[in-house]
T-cell receptor, first 110, second 115 residues
């Protein structure tokens, strides 16, 4: 069935460092792809999405490009801030509701 | 403001007791979902409902029950049959139950601790 695999954490970075969180997927066809973010003690919220191959989703300085050749949707940010500390989830629609990766915890230190 | 409200935020339960978690949405969404979150395991789907009076089991439905009598409400009961109920529970909703755009809207979560 459809699945996503994202890099294990935790990831610890200094403020203003470059961030990459890898996500690869297995799916039939070319589904939409999503990144969700969960701040401490809260529910998840949609960070960005891409609905077709080669699309780039972006929001709050984060970007991810839907690459069908490598079945990937890696999350990037050029300069992280302490406020970006959260857990990030890659997801795609499966036969049932969204299939989520296991999440990657990011900690940014000043 | 439109959104999803989960209550209670924190709940403590003795072993052998049933407990019901509330989830209410005013987004006029057709579909609602319950996920369980454990450290290092991501989100696992418990139950979902695409329409009133209908619901389907997710990946880990054993020990849980739900009802969908109203479009706005999707309560989850954690029964005594659930062997390890201590977890963070997340309710979500979406416009379409068929995957659709894929965007889920989440509540703030309920943390259940079994003593």
């Amino acid at each position: 069935g459809d699945s996503v695999t994202q890099m294990e954490g935790p990831v610890t970075l200094s403020e203003e460092a470059f961030l990459t969180i890898n996500c690869t997927y297995t799916a039939t066809g070319y589904p939409s792809l999503f990144w969700y973010v969960q701040y401490p003690g809260e529910g998840l919220q949609l960070l960005l999405k891409a609905t077709k191959a080669d699309d780039k989703g972006s929001n709050k300085g984060f970007e991810a490009t839907y690459r069908k050749e490598t079945t990937s949707f890696h999350l990037e940010k050029g300069s992280v801030q302490v406020s970006d500390s959260a857990v990030y989830f890659c997801a795609l629609p499966g036969n049932t509701p969204l299939v989520f990766g296991k999440g990657t915890r990011l900690s940014v230190i000043a | 403001d439109g959104g999803i409200t989960q209550s209670p935020k924190y709940l403590f339960r003795k072993e052998g007791q049933n407990v019901t978690l509330s989830c209410e949405q005013n987004l006029n969404h057709d579909a609602m979902y319950w996920y369980r979150q454990d450290p290092g395991q991501g989100l696992r789907l418990i139950y979902y409902s695409q329409i009133v009076n209908d619901f389907q089991k997710g990946d880990i439905a054993e020990g849980y029950s739900v009802s969908r009598e109203k479009k706005e409400s999707f309560p989850l009961t954690v029964t005594s049959a659930q062997k390890n109920p201590t977890a963070f529970y997340l309710c979500a909703s979406s416009i379409s139950g068929a995957g659709g755009t894929g965007e889920l809207f989440f509540g703030e979560g309920s943390r259940l601790t079994v003593l």
